[in-house]
């Protein structure tokens, strides 16, 4: 079975407080695009086997797929196993749910393949124990999302924009961006008003709400990102932010000049740079 494993980026994060548990408590506006990793998951006779275009990524348990299936054989008492085949090109250390999506991607397929009978709902909720991303990767929709990652509810958000994504070499591994972040040195964008503004078509409200906890650790770690949304500004994009836990930043404008010029001005200087949308809801 071949599933599309789309990713996310984030057009407002405000982190709220430090958790106990280690984790931290979020607020989080998140849209679907259309860049997707493509994932392939058979029935095999036993064991979980992990291939994958990209040399990169490691094929056993750290792999969140690897976590993903072995989680299901295991609760489910499935007999079985699964061969899955990962072509990657969401880049890692994005901040565009790379991992999760395809992890969501697993926990879809094999709910079908082994006939679990499990409802969105319930799949989002065991996802949660494989990473707090899971969870809105398998519903995939414009979502206003709490807690750690789990508390989602979906709605119609204003999906025109043209995208162009920008991430510089280096990344930034999550726990990093999340232990060095000052509550009270970062950006605490309203994500209430983020969701308003897409849910009215309401563009400059759009503009005025992106913003990103997360940026203040981030830029501490990986400078190019605040020299990425200025260049991004200065070729004329409305907005641009860092997604997730950066460091790849996504840049909006609905202007195809814009949009062309950027890609090729950028693409000059930087390993990865893609022109992207909105994934509408039908597709
Ligand atoms: O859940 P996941 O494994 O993707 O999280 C990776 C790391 O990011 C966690 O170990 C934690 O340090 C941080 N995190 C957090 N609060 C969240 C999500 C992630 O502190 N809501």
């Keep these: 079975m071949k599933v599309r494993a789309y990713a996310k980026i984030n057009l407002a994060l405000n982190v709220t407080k430090k958790r106990d548990d280690g ?4 607020e989080m506006i998140m849209a679907p695009i259309y860049l997707h ?4 998951v058979e029935a095999i006779d036993e064991g979980i086997v992990v291939e994958s275009n990209n040399r990169k990524i490691p094929l056993d348990e750290r792999n969140i797929v690897y976590k993903a299936a072995k989680l299901l054989i295991e609760r489910y008492h499935i007999n079985q196993g699964v061969r899955i ?6 880049p890692m250390q994005a901040g565009l749910a790379g991992g999760s999506a395809d992890g969501a991607a697993v926990f879809k397929a094999m709910n079908k393949i082994f006939n679990l009978g499990l409802t969105t709902d319930e799949l989002a909720a065991i996802s949660l124990e494989v990473g707090s ?5 398998i519903y995939n929709q414009f979502a206003y999302v709490e807690g750690r990652g789990e508390q989602i509810s979906t709605f119609d958000g204003y999906d025109d924009y043209l995208i162009l994504l920008v991430k510089p ?3 930034v591994s999550t726990k990093l961006a999340y232990g060095t972040l000052d509550l009270n040195q970062c950006d605490h964008p309203d994500c209430h008003l983020m969701k308003e503004a897409l849910i009215n078509k309401d563009e400059q409200g759009v503009l005025l709400a992106l913003g990103n906890s997360l940026e203040q650790p981030a830029l501490a770690l990986v400078p190019e990102i605040a020299t990425i ?7 004329g994009f409305d907005g ?17 000049e814009v949009f062309t010029k950027g890609f090729k001005e950028m693409k000059k200087k930087y ?7 909105f994934k509408k809801d039908e597709e």
């Design 271 to 277: 390993p990865f740079v893609l022109r992207t949308r």
């Design 133 to 137: 991303d899971l969870p809105y990767c």
């Design 240 to 256: 641009a932010l860092m997604s997730g836990s950066g460091s790849c930043v996504f840049a909006l404008t609905k202007n195809e």
């Design 37 to 40: 990793d493509l994932v392939i």
């Design 229 to 235: 949304k200025e260049e991004l500004l200065d070729l």
């Design 23 to 26: 984790y931290h408590d979020l």
């Design 85 to 90: 085949q990962l072509y990657k090109h969401i």
């Design 169 to 171: 070499r280096r990344g």
